[in-house]
């Protein structure tokens, strides 16, 4: 009997996972390591993606078990202004300049294609004003790709770090019988997985360095859970987009 296509995506998934995994293994400890030490001196954690990819970009702030002193660049166009030029550029500054965001910093850029124009202007603004930029991309998708940003290059070029998630041209994995189109999108799931386990990669760090109060969320689902995160999250109220 032939497989679902559902167990097909998880069979495809869960391989890709894996492979993801090895293959960013040795960036994601340097990473965690520099990451760590930003923190340790009252740093913060910046990410961005446009349209699909601020899902992403959303799945280390507030989360129970994650870093309180991490945020995210809110796109106010939905992804709808991702391919229009100047708009990555103005949404960074003013970003930059509410939250108090310190030059030196790491900012997480994600963009599957890496070839539009607000996630490169994002990352060529954050690099001219002294942040550190990493890339969550996809690599072979990326490189096919012409860039919409002025230099011509795409995300991964203009980066400091590079993290592939594996994914193939148009993201979806699966092949459709008698037809041209394909479905089962991964980038999702493998770009969630290489940020968690950058998340408790940077916490390790933190583990090692002794710090103390861990700056972590805890479920305020749980015994003195919300105010636990309230009191984690008056520290860096006017640094995170949101503190509690």
């Not at 001219?128 to 790709?145: E, H, N, R």
Request: glycine share 8%; hydrophobic share 40%.
């Amino acid at each position: 009997m032939p497989m679902s296509l559902s167990d097909q995506f998880l069979e495809k998934v869960s391989q890709l996972q894996q492979e993801v995994a090895t293959a960013n293994r040795s960036t994601i400890h340097e990473l965690g390591q520099l990451i760590g030490e930003s923190i340790a001196r009252d740093g913060v954690l910046h990410l961005f993606g446009s349209g699909h990819s601020q899902i992403i970009a959303t799945e280390m702030e507030r989360r129970a078990g994650g870093l309180v002193p991490v945020s995210s660049i809110d796109d106010p166009s939905a992804g709808w202004a991702e391919q229009v030029a100047g708009f990555g550029e103005k949404l960074f500054d003013r970003y930059a300049y509410r939250y108090n965001a310190q030059p030196g910093e790491y900012v997480v850029v994600i963009s599957n294609s890496g070839k539009n124009a607000s996630p490169l202007e994002v990352a060529w603004t954050a690099k001219a004003l002294g942040f550190k930029v990493i890339a969550l991309t996809s690599l072979t998708m990326s490189k096919q790709a012409k860039s919409l940003h002025s230099s011509g290059q795409r995300l991964f070029e203009m980066a400091d770090f590079v993290l592939d998630n594996g994914g193939i041209p148009g993201d979806a994995a699966l092949e459709l019988p008698d037809s041209p189109l394909k479905v089962g999108p991964t980038s999702t799931m493998t770009g969630a997985l290489l940020l968690n386990m950058l998340h408790v990669e940077v916490i390790d760090t933190l583990v090692q360095a002794e710090v103390d109060p861990l700056p972590i969320y805890i479920s305020q689902n749980l015994p003195h859970g919300a105010e636990h995160n309230r009191q984690m999250g008056l520290k860096y109220r006017h640094r995170i987009r949101r503190p509690i």
